[in-house]
T-cell receptor
């Protein structure tokens, strides 16, 4: 069974710090990876997608992918209280149309 | 901008009732999905559809059925609602092309079954 594992947290960081969120996946053929942010009571919204090994930056967010280690991470620089949310990691494995989601990491940014 | 809408934000139903949850997307996406989300269990896929009138079971299809008569609309049906189906239900859609697997979510329907 394909699995995506995340630390459930909560992860607590002070405002302005770097928050590091990690994710591992079990299916070696996974090709595409996604980070979603979910505020309490709301639906997930896409932050970043990454397809190739290495880093991908978008504003304060950097996604990192290492397919050899089956590891994906999300770095949030200059964390803000508005970044406090649950972050979901997801992997797409191929022809079955489906994303496999982790259970999410709760991030709290303290003012 | 992709827009996925769901028919209700909140629903309260009685045990045994038949419940319809509707989802509409306006971006001509091929794939549509229904999930439920419960504390500690994460997102769990109920059913998905990759074309009109086509459907596939997800990880937890028991007690649910779906209908996709038009490309933009995907309905989730609880044939006889039970209290253990109290949950947040999320609909999503994706384009369905290689490299375009991003799923876009609707606002969710919080269902309470009494």
């Amino acid at each position: 069974q394909k699995e995506v594992e995340q630390n459930s947290g909560p992860l607590s960081v002070p405002e302005g710090a770097i928050a590091s969120l990690n994710c591992t996946y079990s299916d070696r053929v996974s090709q595409s990876f996604f980070w979603y942010r979910q505020y309490s009571g709301k639906s997930p919204e896409l932050i970043m997608s990454i397809y190739s090994n290495g880093d991908k930056e978008d504003g304060r967010f950097t996604a990192q992918l290492n397919k050899a280690s089956q590891y994906v991470s999300l770095l949030i620089r200059d964390s803000q209280p508005s970044d406090s949310a649950t972050y979901l990691c997801a992997a797409f494995g191929g022809s079955n149309y489906k994303l496999t989601f982790g259970k999410g990491t709760l991030l709290t940014v303290n003012p | 901008d992709v827009k996925v809408t769901q028919s209700s934000r909140y629903l309260v139903k009685r045990t045994g009732e038949k419940v319809f949850l509707e989802c509409v997307q306006d971006m001509d996406h091929e794939n549509m999905f229904w999930y439920r989300q419960d504390p500690g269990l994460g997102l769990r896929l109920i059913y998905f559809s990759y074309d009109v009138k086509m459907k596939e079971k997800g990880d937890i299809p028991e007690g649910y059925s779906v209908s996709r008569e038009k490309k933009e609309r995907f309905s989730l049906i609880l044939e006889s609602a039970s209290t253990n189906q109290t949950s947040m239900y999320l609909c999503a859609s994706s384009l369905g092309l290689a490299g375009q697997e991003t799923q876009y979510f609707g606002p969710g329907t919080r269902l309470l079954v009494l």
